[in-house]
Each structure stands twice: as structure tokens, then as C-alpha cells.
């Protein structure tokens, strides 16, 4: 069954942090590289972050967020993580992740997560 289930979103301060971790299905994750994506109202979906196959792999981050954010994965558990901090207001969407592959105007995604940085 192919899935993708993200959590840990939610309502936080400007300079705040927040963990965001996604369970994906074997089907979509073993073997791939992973990524996080987000979606702000009223724009597209956008890549944020991207790790290799392996656990402590090679990672890739969107310019607005070097230094802020941090992908991990954890093999044995089909699990990939987005560490954020120093949030900002314009960090506020949707998060999901998916392969690093996947178009991220098309193809099958979760519900996501929601961010809101906000005071």
C-alpha cells in the first residue's frame, strides 16, 4: 500500500523550531532518495530539503532555508525528519514529503502538515 502519513506541524513564534517527521510506506521509500516539500497559500509546491538513499547521505536545501533546516532519515523505520529552526513567517505551509524525484506538481502525495509561524 503505498502511503505517506507527516506530522508534527503546528503553531510557533518567530525563532522557533519544530520537528516534522513523515512514515512512508516501503514501496515509496527503501532504496530512494527522500525529500521535504511545502506548499505556501497561493503558490506551487516547492522542494525544501533533499537526502540521499542512506542514512547520513548526502542532503540538499533550498536556499531560503540553509542553515535553518535539517533532513535526516531512519532506514529501519521508513521514517524521514525535517528539523526546523529559527523559523520565519514566510516558513508558514503545507509540508509533505516524498521521493526527491517527484514532481512536485503531480503524482500521488499525503495530506501534509501544517507550519504556521506566527506571533
Known amino acids: 500500500q503505498v502511503q505517506l502519513v507527516e506530522s508534527g506541524g503546528g503553531l510557533v513564534q518567530p525563532g522557533g523550531s519544530l520537528r516534522l517527521s513523515c512514515a512512508a510506506s516501503?514501496?515509496?521509500?527503501?532504496?530512494?532518495?527522500m525529500g521535504w516539500f511545502r506548499q505556501a497559500p497561493g503558490k506551487q509546491r516547492e522542494v525544501v530539503a533533499r537526502i540521499a538513499r542512506s542514512s547520513g547521505g548526502t542532503t540538499m536545501y533550498a536556499d531560503p532555508v540553509k542553515g535553518r533546516f535539517t533532513i535526516s532519515r531512519d532506514n529501519a523505520k521508513n521514517t524521514v525528519y525535517l528539523q526546523m529552526n529559527s523559523l520565519k513567517p514566510e516558513d508558514t505551509a503545507v509540508y509533505y514529503c516524498?521521493?526527491?524525484?517527484?514532481?512536485?506538481?503531480?503524482?500521488?502525495w499525503g495530506q501534509g502538515t501544517q507550519v504556521t509561524v506566527s506571533s
Open positions: 516501503g514501496s515509496i521509500f527503501s532504496g530512494y532518495a
Open positions: 516524498n521521493r526527491a524525484s517527484q514532481n512536485p506538481q503531480s503524482g500521488y
